[in-house]
């Protein structure tokens, strides 16, 4: 059975910064890995995703250049630093993984992605 568990969660205010977890039964480096976020009353979107190798990333345009996917392989973990928080990134942060889907860059959606976390709500205060 496959288990994702996000950490890091937390109250933190406009332009501040949070560092994301999230610790995997899975290998890895075997897995397309995917941030994906959801705010009361919108759809899941995706955020960041790491190649199966750490080598591609992706952002959504929203988190570009403040946020950052990485990957340990070596522990099964990735992460996301979130750096200039914004009011507009409150949400519940989940992790994804998928064996099988093809490395779109950032063209993924939610029902490309297999496996879930619980997610980890995130809270930026203006």
């Known amino acids: 059975q496959v288990q994702l568990v996000e950490s890091g969660g937390r109250l933190v205010q406009d332009g501040g910064s949070l560092r994301l977890s999230c610790t995997a039964s899975?290998?890895?480096?075997?897995?397309?890995m995917g941030w994906f976020r959801q705010a009361p009353g919108k759809e899941r979107e995706l955020v960041a995703a790491?190649?199966?190798?750490?080598?591609?990333?992706a952002y959504s345009d929203s988190v570009k250049g403040r946020f950052t996917i990485s990957k340990d392989n070596a522990n099964n973990a990735v992460y996301l630093q979130m750096n200039g928080l914004k009011p507009e990134d409150t949400a519940v942060y989940y992790c994804?993984?998928?064996?099988?889907?093809?490395?779109?860059?950032?063209?993924?959606?939610?029902?490309?992605?297999?496996?879930w976390g619980q997610g980890t709500l995130v809270t930026v205060s203006e």
């Open positions: 994804a993984a998928d064996r099988w889907v093809p490395w779109l860059d950032r063209d993924y959606d939610a029902s490309q992605f297999q496996h």
């Open positions: 790491i190649s199966e190798n750490g080598v591609n990333t």
């Open positions: 899975i290998t890895v480096s075997w897995y397309i």
